[in-house]
């Protein structure tokens, strides 16, 4: 029986125990027979165990409400468990509660939690309408909510300005303020304001979570080598002497780098550090090991790792990704067995909406048109998933290489989405492959009025005009394209040479060592020149 001094503790060695509703009420129960049934405290941790472990909101609810006079704290761990559901809008309805009621005054702890759902209910104005009130609560200048504001704006209204205001107006900064300024930029896609804080972070303080916030938003914003380079740092620079070391979202964010640049011997050698430190290869590790093995080639590694990951029951991210990736280097057969194979799971794993980009980007490679319309209504009919840009991209690109133009218009005109640059690329690649001048001119105007200055569509139609032999009209268009001085996005391309990538662009001279390797391929030239004289003379 719990009963004198020790209650606390062996309440707590209980709950440790319990492993099912029947347990917790039993020892609720036994709280309110010994008197202890509106004891803050140990409502508090009921509450707490039948949300997160238990996930029981509906019966933590009841709990809360028997307690006469609920303190801040029991408020809170309600509005935690609403907001993390999510269910926002009964998160604000539970502190309004407490506000109006005024039995309890709100904490600085309660404003971070209740930022997460203003802008979710009140979708106009919802974060400064919360930053009034918090202001008028007299909350405004402790630095955790400060913090939660600065996030607040960054991620919900794009406002930035605002963000750093904030930011600055905190007098006693800590690593976490600094990670939420520095994530605010790598959302706005401002990297360099990004890089420039991270630099002004106080060595002492970075942690892990501050590098991976650097390391995450280059990887975000295709910054793929100095997303590399930051890691790197990380590892020999500053880790050893800081001890700040990788976690698996460091792992995710630079692997998935590696993916996108190639770097398959700075994969396999990130992949050996897990092995040498001994450290578990959690589903998010995994699934990026797979992703960037399959997108670098190397498919017999990355089936190797997914194999593994299915024997531990494997996430629907790793069926995902092997999928993807096969489709990706063109094995669509492969893809197609995989996801007929997920589905011999059953209930266990589900496709979503990844999964069909990849089974209709394999359909796509494969020139599969029958099946791919059979796996569009798969998702919509019997999976109910609606198709977003991704689908119907990969879908009017499929057609669009059968000629199938009809059916791509009427698609197009029936889409519940606005067609951005992709749709109308897709077609006019379409167009380019069968020759459909007037197609090509329509999917032109809509690919000039989202992007008026990209030289590359006007390419495409000039190129056409010229392989159909209507050259005034192509001459005319590269007039048009001089005129209107549009860009035209230079081609990439990385190697990996002694663990280091190397980038170049066409047309560009700026590389180190340019002048090393134009005389090396000059002296290539003249060996290959020689070599085929030699030939025909024998």
Not at 196 to 208: A, C, G
Not at 302 to 323: E, H, P, Q, T, V
Request: proline letters at 3%; aromatic letters at 10%.
């Amino acid at each position: 029986m719990l009963v004198g001094p020790n209650l606390h503790q062996d309440m707590l060695v209980i709950l440790d125990k319990c492993r099912s509703s029947t347990q917790l009420k039993q020892l609720q129960g036994h709280l309110i027979t010994t008197g202890h049934g509106q004891t803050q405290l140990y409502a508090f941790k009921l509450v707490r165990f039948c949300t997160i472990s238990l996930s029981d909101l509906n019966y933590a609810r009841l709990i809360f409400n028997y307690i006469n006079f609920p303190n801040v704290h029991l408020y809170t761990a309600m509005i935690t468990a609403y907001t993390s559901l999510p269910d926002h809008k009964s998160s604000l309805l539970l502190y309004r509660e407490m506000v109006r009621s005024g039995l309890s005054k709100p904490n600085h702890f309660v404003f971070p939690i209740i930022l997460k759902s203003f802008p979710q209910v009140t979708k106009h104005c919802g974060i400064e309408m919360a930053h009034a009130h918090i202001e008028r609560m007299g909350f405004g200048k402790y630095p955790v909510v400060q913090t939660a504001l600065l996030d607040a704006y960054s991620r919900f209204t794009s406002d930035v300005r605002v963000a750093r205001q904030l930011f600055d107006e905190i007098s006693d900064k800590n690593v976490v303020s600094w990670t939420a300024m520095i994530s605010g930029y790598t959302r706005m896609g401002r990297m360099g304001d990004a890089v420039l804080l991270f630099e002004e972070v106080p060595q002492h303080i970075r942690d892990t979570p501050s590098w991976n916030s650097i390391i995450a938003g280059c990887t975000q914003n295709g910054l793929f080598s100095e997303a590399i380079s930051l890691f790197r740092r990380m590892i020999v620079q500053e880790g050893m002497v800081q001890g700040n070391k990788p976690n698996d979202i460091t792992f995710a964010c630079v692997l998935a780098a590696c993916g996108h640049t190639g770097m398959l011997q700075l994969g396999k050698c990130i992949h050996g550090y897990t092995y040498r430190n001994s450290l578990h290869l959690n589903t998010l590790t995994l699934n990026a090991l797979i992703d960037m093995y399959g997108k670098c080639g190397s498919l017999k590694q990355a089936r190797n790792l997914f194999d593994k990951a299915n024997r531990r029951r494997g996430s629907l991210a790793c069926w995902n990704s092997m999928i993807n990736c096969l489709a990706l280097q063109g094995h669509w057969k492969g893809a197609i067995g995989v996801f007929k194979d997920m589905l011999q799971h059953g209930d266990d794993v589900k496709p979503d909406t990844v999964t069909f980009i990849g089974l209709l980007s394999a359909c796509t490679h494969g020139g599969l048109v029958e099946e791919g319309l059979s796996y569009y209504d798969l998702m919509t009919r019997v999976y109910g998933i609606n198709p977003e840009i991704e689908h119907y991209g990969c879908l009017i690109d499929l057609l669009g290489r059968a000629g199938r133009f009809e059916e791509i218009m009427k698609i197009v005109r029936d889409m519940h989405l606005t067609p951005d640059a992709v749709i109308w690329g897709s077609l006019l690649n379409g167009c380019k492959i069968h020759g459909r001048i007037d197609l090509a001119e329509y999917a032109l105007e809509k690919l000039i009025s989202i992007d008026p200055n990209n030289g590359s569509y006007y390419s495409v139609l000039a190129n056409l005009y010229g392989e159909l032999g209507k050259w005034d009209e192509a001459r005319n268009i590269r007039k048009i394209l001089n005129q209107q001085n549009a860009y035209k996005a230079p081609g990439c391309s990385w190697i990996e040479l002694h663990s280091q990538v190397h980038q170049f662009y066409s047309v560009e001279k700026s590389h180190p060592t340019m002048e090393e390797i134009n005389s090396t391929l000059e002296s290539l030239s003249t060996v290959l020149s020689t070599s085929e004289i030699y030939y025909e003379i024998i």
